[in-house]
């Protein structure tokens, strides 16, 4: 990239264009939905600190050394850093800048993980503390208060929830469930919804004035209420904020996932209608969700007595 990866481009003379057309180059290279927003929000946030900088090998080493001291975790540096290699690449691809250039990038060493990270849960209290964050008399606070029970209480991924609408909700076996709903790798599965789940949904429904379309969209300043879904990237940053706002510190979507997991299994829920509920395929994935540690006061085996 040297200089050239930003001045070469689309005739752009300015910052917003040089990142809409990096965008772009990225955009149309990356086939995952979640890894193309996840890609371009980073070489946004890239560009936001490069302003004023060539884009070199050492300008990039220099934005992955900035991550680790501002405390971000490896894995987000891996994958801000992996968008930039991707965007190097593509430049070469299209001849905006020459082999030797894009390869000096894309071989600007990543962040070693220890060990696997299996991200976080929430104990009972953190999760009752965060679900009362919103404040319940402003229309967004209604519509952030069902969004977290549903995250909460549902264990849906974030994609599941921007992409629900209100034909997901429905009655069966004298229950409300989110019913036949697509998940990963295009699976399908209904997913149960305890009453005060939907009584929150329902409460944000009827003041927004929805009846069909999307069930969690977007509330402008004013307090009007869209037609779009929110975005994945609106639902991360949505959780984000809150945890921050009640102290409970980085949080995402997933880690209220991991959350609902184990609180299921703390109160006696089954390993197998946990992993229904999850969705997966592996009862192997569902264990480690659940991040069972041994407990060695009330150790398993004590009962095993031959006495």
């Given at each position: 990239m ?6 070469v481009?689309?005739?752009?003379g300015?910052d ?10 990225v ?24 302003a ?24 987000t ?8 290699r991707k ?16 390869q ?15 991200g ?6 953190e999760a009752r ?23 909460v ?5 974030r ?11 429905a ?14 790798g ?5 997913v ?33 209420v869209?037609e779009?879904?929110l975005?994945?990237r609106?639902?991360w940053?949505?959780v984000r904020?809150?945890a ?10 997933h880690d ?6 184990k609180?299921?299994?703390?109160k ?6 946990i ?10 994935t ?13 150790a398993v ?6 006495e």
């Amino acid at each position: 990239m040297a200089a050239d990866l930003v001045l070469v481009g689309p005739e752009a003379g300015t910052d917003v264009d040089r990142v809409e057309w990096a965008k772009q180059l990225v955009r149309n290279a990356v086939r995952s939905p979640h890894t193309r927003e996840a890609y371009l929000y980073a070489l946004e946030q890239f560009f936001q600190w490069a302003a004023g900088r060539s884009i070199s090998r050492e300008s990039v080493q220099g934005y992955v050394t900035w991550l680790g001291e501002m405390k971000f975790s490896p894995s987000t540096i891996n994958q801000r850093l992996a968008a930039i290699r991707k965007l190097a690449s593509e430049a070469e691809r299209c001849g905006y800048v020459d082999s030797a250039t894009a390869q000096a990038i894309v071989t600007v060493a990543g962040v070693k993980q220890k060990g696997r990270r299996l991200g976080r849960w929430l104990a009972w209290e953190e999760a009752r503390t965060l679900l009362q964050a919103p404040n319940p008399h402003s229309i967004r606070g209604m519509r952030d208060r069902a969004l977290l029970a549903v995250l909460v209480a549902c264990a849906l991924r974030r994609g599941e929830l921007s992409r629900m609408n209100c034909d997901h909700l429905a009655m069966r076996d004298g229950r409300w469930v989110f019913l036949d709903f697509l998940g990963k790798g295009n699976k399908v599965r209904s997913v149960a919804v305890p009453l005060w789940v939907k009584q929150a949904v329902d409460g944000w429904l009827d003041t927004a004035g929805i009846e069909k379309g999307p069930i969690f969209r977007r509330v402008a300043a004013s307090g009007r209420v869209g037609e779009d879904a929110l975005t994945e990237r609106a639902v991360w940053q949505l959780v984000r904020e809150y945890a921050a706002q009640v102290g409970i510190g980085e949080l995402a979507p997933h880690d209220l996932r991991r959350t609902a997991a184990k609180l299921c299994r703390s109160k006696g829920g089954e390993l197998e209608q946990i992993q229904f509920l999850l969705g997966h395929e592996s009862i192997l994935t569902t264990e480690r969700y659940l991040g069972s540690e041994q407990d060695l006061k009330n150790a398993v085996n004590d009962a095993l007595v031959f006495e």
